[in-house]
């Protein structure tokens, strides 16, 4: 299979070498799990590489392998005349579970409608292609196959300059521009939905976004539509429970028979109740049809030769793979670590797609091979001279015009509340890592420091870990003075992903949201999410990388990741969500830390030092130092903290930006129950007062807190007031009502745009 590689191509597998291409194949494997899947797959960087010849024989019989489906699939669901012809496994066919008896009669656009196949083919031995089976119900993989090649070609770019080869993206074009023919042929706007199932393994549903992205159609899950009176809707974001947009058709990535549950039975998905019968009304058109996996019977793919006859009147050019055919091999890396390429069969899978022109096969696909070893992912390759490069550039600009742009709708409920808890994942990242760094640093330094003040505020920083990552007891139930017990905690708060609130759990709710979100945000920032997962995973108190360098990547890894969805997000319902829930986390982050570390008042000198601190979790020193000219003292720090609106991580700063992304949410201006809890607390924040927050309540003994303060701060002692514990002031108070008040606001606010039962906050609570 390997008789196609050019001798420019020889020469640059030679130069890398196998450890640069081992280094090349760890590097894509990474960025391919980059969405957060827990374990990246096996590739193998050294690509299968057909000829332009052998690929117009194999385009030929997947073309014809499509159309005699297609015809297969209109007799078996229309006259059925096949099961009368003694040509067809009718025993085998009837007791197929993915026979859909209500699915007879359906009406189709085009012949039975199939609308892509994907086949998975081998070479045998004599060098002729046999089929191993097809995928006609859902005829995935062309996700996978884009972003095998982008992340190869990134790994190993050296490899890609040195052949020519046909690309990918024209043919994307060319299944826009497919789908929405189809669609305005019937007379339809062209609103079209991809129909996915997002509890699927993560490459799986990974590969269904990127086919959402490609077509540009939203990523849907079954409850987000609803059927009424034969015609399909999508259930929108907002306020409005009736609130929808007519679909024309659903390209589906989920099996037949686990879509309605009224006319196919009970499905683990719950289905969309009613979408039988909405096709069979003509409203809408589900692509590939329903009951499409009859197809992939093996007994009828055995049958298929006869019936190609008998249909297309031709011979099948793709004839069934043998029992027990062994593929041909293509060069690969030695699974066993050796430094020569050796040969392994492989297996490729290949998409073709039915246009208005015809038939449309893409000109690659994703290999895998297929021995005793792990398998691996490898990248197909298609050589084509280089004068073809213009046929492509004409696919290319080939799309719809700028009239279609907003033929789709922009996103489902379950997107806009993915996009929600997405902002707030990445603020819970960032905040937890720039909290626990500056707690390093300041412990670190406190170590060396003699004296009460120093251990009064190293048991107030601890605390404040535990308050604001809510992962109670936490630094209350260990000893402080305990080095072991300390870093015992440290390490669960890093890398326990199964603890609420620790940076682990967080990181891996934000990338288990991100898996929803390829289709709205920018390719970039998967790499992104490779590196930090990496980073996180390397976060261990014993570990050789300090902990300080560690948290530091984490936090860069989260501004590089805000700056690519800043760059690149459209500002549009979704940014607008995401944005949302962002200003809220932060805010319940901000007002989190002012309660661990300002709440109680303490000796002087141990406030000087915890107020230090805050400052830096914050990133607030050159406002403070602008405005103040003085060393950080509490009053003023929790002045600048509430009230300055120009500081990015005030409070001010939060409620103004969330009042201005409430103003433009669906409707005009959004309801009472939105806007009177933001309302009621803007008023409260405005009404505090930093010097009366501070001052400590009345002592038990009825001695004057503010008086235990100044005694405690003359001696410097252990006398109740300077230690972790200190005298209690009115913020504590005040800082749980806004931290209420700001929880209604995001309930109420998921409760208008997505509702309870859509929400994805069970990948973490609310709390945390």
Request: proline share 7%; aromatic share 4%; hydrophobic share 45%.
């Amino acid at each position: 299979m390997t008789s196609a590689t050019s001798p420019a191509l020889r020469a640059e597998l030679e130069l890398l070498g196998a450890d640069g291409l081992r280094r090349a194949a760890a590097a894509a494997a990474s960025q391919f799990a980059g969405d957060g899947s827990p374990a990246a797959p096996t590739v193998d960087p050294i690509p299968v590489v057909l000829g332009a010849e052998e690929w117009e024989q194999l385009t030929a019989g997947l073309i014809q392998r499509l159309r005699l489906l297609d015809a297969l699939h209109a007799d078996l669901y229309g006259p059925r005349t096949v099961l009368t012809a003694e040509l067809t496994p009718v025993a085998e066919l009837l007791a197929d579970p993915r026979y859909l008896r209500t699915a007879v009669g359906i009406p189709s656009a085009r012949g039975g409608g199939l609308f892509a196949l994907a086949t998975t083919v081998i070479r045998k031995a004599d060098g002729s292609w046999a089929v191993l089976e097809d995928a006609a119900d859902v005829p995935d993989g062309a996700g996978t196959a884009l972003e095998l090649r982008r992340v190869l070609s990134r790994s190993t770019p050296a490899l890609y300059r040195s052949t020519p080869l046909r690309r990918l993206h024209p043919f994307f074009d060319t299944a826009r521009a497919a789908l929405h023919e189809r669609l305005r042929a019937r007379g339809r706007a062209g609103r079209a939905v991809v129909l996915i199932d997002d509890r699927a393994d993560p490459l799986r549903a990974a590969d269904h976004h990127w086919i959402a992205n490609l077509l540009g159609a939203p990523a849907v899950s079954p409850a987000d539509l609803r059927t009424g009176s034969g015609s399909l809707t999508l259930r929108l974001p907002g306020p409005d429970r009736n609130a929808q947009e007519p679909v024309d058709a659903v390209l589906r990535l989920i099996p037949s028979q686990l879509l309605d549950p009224l006319d196919l039975g009970p499905t683990p998905l719950g289905g969309v109740t009613g979408l039988v019968e909405a096709a069979r009304c003509g409203d809408v058109e589900v692509l590939n049809p329903l009951g499409a996996g009859l197809l992939e019977n093996p007994a009828l793919r055995e049958a298929l030769p006869d019936l190609c006859r008998h249909l297309l009147h031709e011979d099948l050019q793709l004839r069934p793979a043998p029992a027990q055919a062994e593929p041909a091999g293509a060069a690969s890396l030695d699974p066993e670590g050796g430094n020569q390429l050796v040969e392994r069969p492989v297996q490729l899978r290949l998409l073709v797609l039915a246009t208005a022109e015809g038939y449309e096969v893409m000109p690659g696909g994703v290999a895998r091979t297929a021995d005793a070893h792990a398998p691996a992912l490898k990248d197909i390759w298609v050589q084509v001279p280089l004068t073809a490069g213009s046929e492509s550039l004409e696919l290319s600009l080939g799309a719809s015009s700028p009239r279609d742009l907003a033929t789709y709708p922009a996103m489902s409920r379950s997107i806009g509340s993915d996009l929600f808890w997405f902002g707030r994942y990445l603020e819970r990242v960032d905040a937890t890592a720039r909290l626990l760094r500056t707690v390093l640093d300041t412990v670190n330094d406190l170590d060396a420091e003699p004296g009460t003040a120093a251990r009064t505020a190293q048991g107030v920083l601890l605390r404040a870990i535990t308050e604001v990552t809510t992962t109670s007891p936490g630094f209350y139930a260990v000893d402080l003075s305990d080095a072991e017990e300390v870093t015992a905690e440290l390490a669960s708060l890093l890398g326990d992903r199964t603890r609420p609130g620790s940076l682990a759990q967080s990181f891996e709710a934000l990338a288990h949201s991100s898996r929803t979100l390829r289709d709205v945000v920018s390719e970039d920032v998967w790499p992104v999410i490779a590196r930090l997962r990496r980073t996180v995973r390397t976060l261990d108190p014993a570990g050789t990388i300090p902990l300080e360098q560690g948290l530091t990547a984490v936090i860069d890894g989260c501004l590089t990741f805000s700056g690519a969805i800043a760059d690149s997000m459209p500002r549009t319902l979704g940014w607008d969500l995401l944005e949302a829930g962002r200003k809220l986390e932060r805010s319940l982050t901000v007002l989190a830390l002012l309660r661990a570390i300002l709440g109680r008042r303490r000796a002087r000198r141990g406030e000087a030092r915890t107020a230090a601190a805050l400052v830096a979790i914050t990133e607030s020193g050159a406002s403070y130092r602008r405005a103040f000219h003085a060393a950080a003292q509490p009053e003023l720090v929790l002045e600048l903290l509430l009230a300055d609106p120009a500081l990015p991580r005030s409070i001010a700063f939060q409620l103004q930006r969330l009042g201005q992304v409430l103003d433009r949410l669906p409707e005009g201006s959004p309801s009472a129950a939105l806007r009177t809890p933001l309302t009621a607390l803007r008023s409260r924040v405005a009404e505090w007062e930093p010097r009366e927050l501070l001052c400590p309540l009345e002592g038990p003994d009825g001695a004057d807190g503010a008086d235990r303060v100044d005694r405690a701060d003359e001696i410097d002692g252990p006398d109740g007031v300077d230690g972790p514990d200190g005298a209690p002031t009115a913020l504590l108070a005040e800082a749980d009502a806004a931290v209420s008040t700001l929880r209604e606001l995001a309930t109420k606010l998921e409760q208008h745009y997505f509702h309870a039962s859509e929400s994805t906050s069970h990948w973490g609570i609310d709390d945390v």
